[in-house]
């Protein structure tokens, strides 16, 4: 738990870091698979580029065909427009109606919980005169 609690940190902060400043991600492509890429700057040449620029002119090939590489750069920016927000004052604002429905709530749920309890529950009777089983009762001898 504790290693999950370092990586999501980390995780953040990295993710607070690229928001605030931004981020170019630059790729090479070669024959339509990614071959290179770079984070804050451009991908570097491709070896067959690089090929193609040591070999004498006589031996190089033709200029006309399409070429196989592909970089592409994505830039991630920041948005400008945070000096221009003005900060919100929060205030605190008695809401009437808020308090009277939640009163209303509250009561209807611990009166409906008194009005199960019967009324007689804590009368006690009075106490006897007479033995009434006893005197019903009869005794055979």
Not at 92 to 115: G, N, S, W
């Amino acid at each position: 738990m504790k290693l999950f609690r370092q990586l999501l940190v980390l995780a953040l902060t990295l993710l607070l870091l690229v928001s605030s400043t931004g981020i170019s991600v630059g790729m090479h492509l070669c024959e339509g698979e990614l071959h290179d890429i770079s984070l804050f700057g451009g991908a570097t040449a491709c070896p067959m580029e690089q090929q193609k620029q040591k070999l004498p002119p006589c031996h190089a090939p033709d200029t006309n065909n399409d070429d196989c590489c592909d970089d592409q750069t994505f830039v991630f920016e920041q948005v400008g427009d945070v000096a221009d927000t003005k900060a919100q004052l929060l205030q605190k604002q008695l809401d009437i109606k808020f308090i009277a429905t939640v009163r209303v709530v509250l009561l209807q749920l611990f009166e409906q919980q008194m009005a199960l309890k019967p009324t007689f529950a804590h009368y006690s009777s009075p106490p006897l005169v007479r033995d009434v089983p006893v005197l019903v009762q009869s005794f055979l001898l």
